[in-house]
């Protein structure tokens, strides 16, 4: 009788092991994906993520959404510029080509337009190069939170768009496989491509 009560045993305890095991590595795994606030750079160190400027760190999309779980919302006077603050809401979202809205996603110029139009009630064209025509130009040494910087990523000017959040740091639609997100603007691939911003 012992000997049967150990055989049966065993395979219950290895059976709790197993879902004990999976199921750590479902939380590792979770943690990992959710980009939360106990990973990366400010991990162990004792700073607060509320604290930590989003926009310096290592993966600002991260931190700018684990500081939007906890509650801290951005730092005072990180982003004062509705058209920026509208376009950080969209992080995340898909991109789709012609895209215009949060439902179907965005592409660059979708993102710009879906929020220039919630955020300051400006209408503007479908295309970035037609974007491009409207308010004023911008030296790239005056460029300001909510100013639109432009590239050149299919070989003519102005064929990429995106929102100005300071120190060097943009937010877009990148391309086909992406979603909304921010993006730094010394990158090479970004500072040789870069035709110029405009102020609406």
Same mark, same amino acid.
């Given at each position: 009788?012992?000997?049967?009560?150990?055989?049966?045993?065993?395979?219950?305890?290895?059976?709790?092991?197993?879902?004990?095991?999976?199921?750590?590595? !479902?939380?590792?795994?979770?943690?990992?994906?959710?980009?939360? !606030?106990?990973?990366?750079?400010?991990?162990?160190?004792?700073?607060?993520?509320?604290?930590?400027?989003?926009?310096?760190?290592?993966?600002?999309?991260?931190?700018?959404? !684990?500081?939007?779980?906890?509650?801290?919302?951005?730092?005072?006077?990180?982003?004062?510029?509705?058209?920026?603050?509208?376009?950080?809401?969209?992080?995340?979202?898909?991109?789709?080509?012609?895209?215009?809205?949060?439902?179907?996603?965005?592409?660059?110029?979708?993102?710009?337009?879906?929020?220039?139009?919630?955020?300051?009630?400006?209408?503007?064209?479908?295309?970035?190069?037609?974007?491009?025509?409207?308010?004023?130009?911008?030296?790239?040494?005056?460029?300001?939170?909510?100013?639109?910087?432009?590239?050149?990523?299919?070989?003519?000017?102005?064929?990429?768009?995106?929102?100005?959040?300071?120190?060097?740091?943009?937010?877009?639609?990148?391309?086909?496989?992406?979603?909304?997100?921010?993006?730094?603007?010394?990158?090479?691939?970004?500072?040789?491509?870069?035709?110029?911003?405009?102020?609406?």
């Amino acid at each position: 009788m012992s000997d049967t009560i150990a055989a049966t045993s065993a395979p219950c305890s290895t059976a709790r092991w197993v879902r004990l095991a999976l199921l750590a590595v !479902a939380c590792s795994l979770a943690a990992i994906l959710s980009g939360c !606030a106990g990973t990366g750079d400010n991990a162990g160190s004792g700073i607060n993520s509320s604290s930590v400027d989003w926009r310096n760190s290592a993966d600002p999309i991260g931190s700018f959404l !684990a500081r939007s779980k906890n509650g801290a919302g951005l730092l005072a006077g990180d982003i004062n510029h509705p058209l920026a603050r509208q376009a950080l809401t969209q992080l995340g979202i898909r991109y789709r080509w012609g895209g215009k809205s949060p439902e179907t996603g965005f592409d660059c110029s979708g993102l710009v337009l879906h929020s220039a139009q919630q955020s300051l009630g400006l209408k503007l064209p479908p295309r970035s190069y037609d974007i491009a025509l409207f308010g004023s130009e911008v030296s790239r040494t005056d460029l300001q939170v909510g100013d639109l910087v432009f590239f050149n990523t299919l070989g003519r000017r102005y064929s990429h768009v995106g929102v100005y959040l300071g120190d060097d740091q943009f937010v877009h639609s990148p391309a086909a496989g992406g979603v909304v997100r921010i993006e730094d603007m010394k990158l090479a691939y970004w500072t040789k491509r870069y035709n110029g911003a405009r102020r609406l």
